[in-house]
């Protein structure tokens, strides 16, 4: 089997080394590295068009990876062009930061590389987010508990041969914190998280400059991914799908039984090793 990483949180990233110690720990698998040399997020499915890119081969946290000078989604392009004709699974993460709702999903650099392996590639994505910005801050049992997840939902969909229509995508979001409480739970996507505005300040020349601010907006309903994160402390999963976003497409009401079937065994799998 074989399996690509990537991130946006660029290759230094310690969320990366975390993911490939718990992706590399799993036997017959093949794993290739490949990130972007800065951080990208909110870069979405952008990919570099204007100018050339650079490729090098580097060994960092002792793991031997590619380091692009471009994106996400170009690190997709170079592995699928120069590494391998086919990977099994893509892995995006961990990423330094959670990626719940639907504003979140439609700019994340972390999901945007499994939307295009899925589109260009069906290559089924796994796309990791940990609500915290530095995975150091993560006490024992919440960075065993990445690390377990991660690696079995990687397992997990391998050894079901990827996933069933319309299913393209699995995200998995990590709270903060891993509690006696804390369950894996599949969720549905709220659609803000964020009310943005813009703040102007004067840099020492006296000329203004302006800097986006978020403001969290988060209702409470528990059956969305974001209030299920930060209220309950919940590993969150949810399925996403790109190919039917057209209100002309047909929806096969069997095919998203089976989808929702298979997210449903994904989750009761990964519930009994969090709550063992």
């Not at 490729?55 to 590494?83: E, Q, W």
């Not at 229509?165 to 699995?170: G, Y």
């Not at 996507?189 to 978020?214: N, T």
Request: charged share 20%; hydrophobic share 40%.
């Amino acid at each position: 089997m074989r399996i690509l990483i990537t991130n946006d949180d660029g290759f230094l990233s310690p969320g990366l080394a975390l993911l490939y110690r718990a992706l590399s720990s799993m036997s017959n698998v093949k794993i290739d590295v490949v990130a972007p040399e800065k951080p990208q997020s909110a870069g979405g499915l952008s990919i570099t068009l204007h100018k050339p890119l650079r490729v090098r081969k580097v060994n960092i946290f002792g793991i031997d990876m590619y380091v692009i000078s471009g994106k996400p989604c170009d690190a997709v392009v170079y592995a699928l062009t120069h590494l391998s004709d086919r990977y099994d699974l893509i892995v995006s993460g961990i990423n330094l930061g959670e990626n719940t709702s639907l504003q979140a999903i439609l700019a994340s650099g972390t999901i945007a590389p499994c939307i295009y392996a899925s589109l260009m590639y069906r290559i089924p994505g796994l796309a990791l987010s940990a609500n915290t910005y530095n995975i150091y801050d993560l006490d024992e049992r919440t960075r065993r508990t990445v690390m377990t997840v991660s690696r079995e939902a990687a397992r997990y969909v391998i050894e079901q041969g990827g996933y069933p229509e319309p299913l393209d995508i699995v995200s998995i979001n990590f709270p903060s914190q891993v509690t006696e409480s804390t369950r894996v739970v599949l969720c549905d996507v709220s659609e803000l998280k964020f009310i943005h505005d813009m703040l102007r300040h004067v840099d020492p020349r006296g000329l203004d400059y302006y800097w986006v601010h978020g403001h969290f907006l988060i209702k409470p309903d528990l059956s969305l991914d974001t209030a299920s994160l930060y209220i309950e402390n919940n590993v969150v999963v949810t399925g996403l799908t790109f190919r039917r976003i057209s209100l002309l497409s047909k929806h096969d009401e069997s095919q998203i039984e089976r989808a929702l079937l298979y997210l449903r065994n994904l989750v009761s799998a990964l519930n009994s090793l969090v709550m063992s």
